[in-house]
């Protein structure tokens, strides 16, 4: 059957909202939500917007039977997808309830849920849980690629909190996994913590939340942060810093970013590095952790060292306010066990000489650095294949973001993130250490053994034979990045 919009909208339910591309579309265009449209990906067949769950079964069902490849969409921040020719893409915007349980102490949200709609529901009955650190990222997504989150060094990864799942299969059936879950079910959860997508149409999700209370917060839910900014000539006292901090036993959350400085400030488009640290605690406890960033040596060479405390409720209000798409995004990310003070320096350096290269063409144009507490992940993740989510124990993750990219600026972007991703995992590969990633922060055409060790590959492999045997599902380690 051609896919054209009357026959597919013939097809489904007329509580689906269906639109297939035009002549003038790019990727770009039509899939206006995604963030990164880059890499090999050409226009889908049609896309979806469902409005009930026999939306989703008849989609899955008409997929199934006319050769497509259903791809679900949540936040579309995600690069590990692309679109092709026999894609049905599935925007799942309709399903953002949220669902918080005071008694069980957990929350379910709907398969379409954004952090930012999880977070204030959670919050406003006095609990927290994982969730992304932007709330335009959709809780999904998240999940199933692992789940960076502020909360990581003393509750784990987004997906070590998960409870349960509802999901639509490929022969359509509707089927709730959760730990309690045996054979091959149990398998199939434990792949949804972290191995990625491609195994279903999620519905809902069930993930544990824990009292504020707990936390010892000033005033019940704020958290104590600090953040300094470091000119380029002080980017040593950066590195010294980065020393101090980088391996801290507490549950602080740092982050250490090379960018251009911001419009508001003096030096306005020259290379910086802003530091900072979140503390998910007692206040009196905060300012101990955050001691080294008011050293000799370090504050008195800082442009700035600003305390403050965000609300719990709106702690991603000031990443969300500069969350905006803008035009062309890529990343290169990586996991890394040795991340030293003079790898951080040369990093910066670098990155200073291509501000200073390509000037405002740089965009929004970034590198991230944040440990990962493995001693927390390890602990968190279970033991054997309780989670597809590897390489627990590497310290550091580490994250280039050219974004914010004329057309014809991309291929040099593009490369500079390659540069940076190889700089930052030298000292690794200088050990002979494999590269590793997170599969939530991975890009297209990622290798799959650098997500997955080859044993989980296996069962991944396996697995998806047994759920998805007609290859309804695109997963990128059974499908690869053919176009």
Not at 48 to 63: C, K, L, N, Y
Not at 70 to 82: D, Y
Not at 243 to 261: D, T, Y
Not at 316 to 322: K, S, T, W
């Amino acid at each position: 059957m051609a896919t054209t919009t009357s026959n597919i909208r013939s097809a489904l339910p007329p509580s689906c909202a269906v639109s297939t591309p035009s002549s003038d579309d790019t990727v770009y265009t039509f899939l206006s939500k995604r963030w990164s449209t880059l890499g090999p990906s050409t226009l889908p067949a049609a896309a979806v917007v469902p409005s009930t769950e026999d939306d989703v079964v008849a989609i899955v069902q008409f997929a199934a039977a006319n050769g497509l490849k259903v791809l679900p969409q949540c936040g579309a921040c995600g690069g590990l997808v692309i679109t092709t020719a026999k894609t049905l893409y599935v925007d799942m915007e309709k399903f953002r309830e949220v669902d918080v349980d005071r008694d069980a102490r957990t929350v379910t949200f709907g398969g379409g849920a954004l952090a930012g709609d999880v977070q204030p529901a959670v919050t406003a009955k006095g609990f927290y849980t994982g969730w992304p650190n932007m709330g335009i990222v959709g809780m999904v997504g998240n999940v199933l690629g692992g789940g960076l989150n502020l909360f990581k060094p003393i509750k784990g990864l987004t997906c070590d909190n998960l409870i349960s799942a509802r999901f639509v299969t490929a022969s359509g059936d509707i089927v709730e996994v959760s730990s309690e879950s045996t054979g091959a079910e149990k398998q199939l959860f434990n792949l949804l913590k972290g191995a990625g997508a491609g195994f279903g149409v999620i519905l809902s999700l069930t993930m544990r939340i824990y009292p504020t209370a707990e936390l010892g917060l000033a005033d019940g839910t704020g958290i104590s942060e600090v953040m300094a900014m470091f000119a380029r000539e002080d980017f040593d006292a950066a590195a010294k810093l980065w020393e101090m901090v980088s391996q801290s036993p507490s549950p602080m959350s740092v982050i250490f970013v090379f960018m251009a400085a911001p419009p508001n400030m003096s030096i306005a488009g020259q290379p910086v590095i802003m530091a900072q640290g979140m503390y998910p605690g007692p206040a009196s406890e905060a300012q101990k952790a955050f001691a080294p960033f008011n050293a000799p040596g370090i504050k008195d060479r800082a442009i700035m060292v600003k305390p403050g405390t965000t609300q719990l409720e709106t702690m991603n209000a000031q990443r969300d306010a500069m969350a905006k798409k803008g035009r062309n995004m890529d990343v290169y990310n990586g996991l890394v066990y040795n991340l030293s003070p003079e790898t951080l320096l040369r990093a910066a350096n670098k990155f200073a000489e291509f501000v200073d290269t390509h000037g405002a063409a740089v965009g929004r144009t970034n590198t991230g650095l944040h440990p990962m507490h493995p001693e927390t992940l390890l602990r968190t993740g279970g033991a054997g294949e309780d989670s597809f989510m590897c390489h627990r124990d590497r310290n550091f993750n580490v994250q280039t973001a050219p974004w914010d990219l004329d057309d014809d600026f991309v291929p040099v972007a593009q490369q500079h993130g390659r540069e940076m991703l190889e700089l930052l995992r030298g000292e690794d590969r200088a050990k002979g250490i494999p590269n590793a990633i997170l599969a939530g922060n991975a890009r297209v055409e990622t290798d799959m053994t650098e997500i997955l060790s080859p044993e989980k590959l296996d069962i991944l492999r396996k697995q998806k034979a047994e759920w998805d045997p007609k290859g309804v599902f695109w997963n990128a380690a059974v499908d690869g990045w053919a176009v």
